[in-house]
């Protein structure tokens, strides 16, 4: 069974872009979060999605935001970027029901 | 505040040096603690979930164990093959986020 894909693997953008990262999830799970790692903070979490609908949010400003498809696949947008939001972001799936969660290898964007 | 604390920040170890990684949580109803491992530039890889204080959970060289108020990783043994960033997370009750995650521990077995 194929893991968590994530794209791009790699991204390079200047402040005040913004950017779209894409999750597919493992086949079959409905539930899809996004994580924001950095050396700092270490990983925080963004939001949660489940059957297009998002049920959680972590603590984070309003350029951040992502919606899900109808086939669990999810996206996230971070818009007017700032060198702060240079990070490795991770995307992972569980199925329904389920608090196990299963990550991808991740996003790393770096914000010049 | 629901959080999570792992300790210690780093550790080494010889080859066949068993020891123990520790995680200690506040949370307001733990619906469940994970255990996973990073290595660098990788997404988290996962190993055991905890339900219930108590439980315990083995794999290989790694058994992993619950209380109350903490978690712990044992390590038996170790093998260089295990140096790797280790991570605890919990996920609470309160249903406001997915899970909370510790810092980690960055475990390096020499040969």
């Known amino acids: 069974k194929a893991g968590v894909t994530q794209t791009p693997r790699y991204l390079i953008k200047t402040r005040g872009q913004q950017v779209t990262l894409s999750c597919s999830p493992i086949?079959?799970?409905?539930?899809v979060s996004w994580y924001q790692q950095t050396p700092g903070q270490g990983l925080q979490f963004l939001f949660e999605?489940?059957?297009?609908?998002?049920?959680n949010k972590g603590n984070f400003p309003g350029r951040f935001s992502g919606r899900q498809f109808s086939n669990s696949r999810s996206e996230m947008n971070v818009s007017t970027l700032e060198l702060g939001d240079s990070a490795l972001y991770l995307c992972?799936?569980?199925?329904?029901?389920?608090?196990?969660?299963?990550f991808g290898p991740g996003t790393r964007l770096t914000v010049l | 505040e629901d959080q999570v604390t792992q300790s210690p920040e780093a550790l080494r170890l010889q080859e066949g040096e068993s020891s123990s990684l520790n995680c200690s949580y506040t949370?307001?109803?733990?619906?469940?603690l994970f255990w996973y491992r990073q290595d660098p530039g990788k997404g988290p890889e996962f190993l055991f979930t905890?339900?219930?204080a108590g439980e315990e959970k083995e794999k290989e060289r790694l058994k992993a164990t619950l209380t109350k108020k903490e978690s712990f990783l044992h390590i038996t043994a170790p093998k260089p093959e295990d140096s790797a960033t280790y991570l605890c997370?919990?996920?609470?009750?309160?249903?406001?986020?997915?899970?909370?995650f510790g810092t980690g521990t960055r475990l390096k077995v020499l040969a």
């Open positions: 992972a799936s569980s199925l329904a029901g389920s608090d196990t969660q299963y």
């Open positions: 086949s079959g799970h409905r539930s």
């Open positions: 999605y489940f059957s297009e609908t998002q049920r």
């Open positions: 949370v307001s109803g733990l619906r469940g």
């Open positions: 905890l339900y219930s």
């Open positions: 997370a919990v996920q609470g009750t309160s249903g406001t986020y997915k899970y909370i």
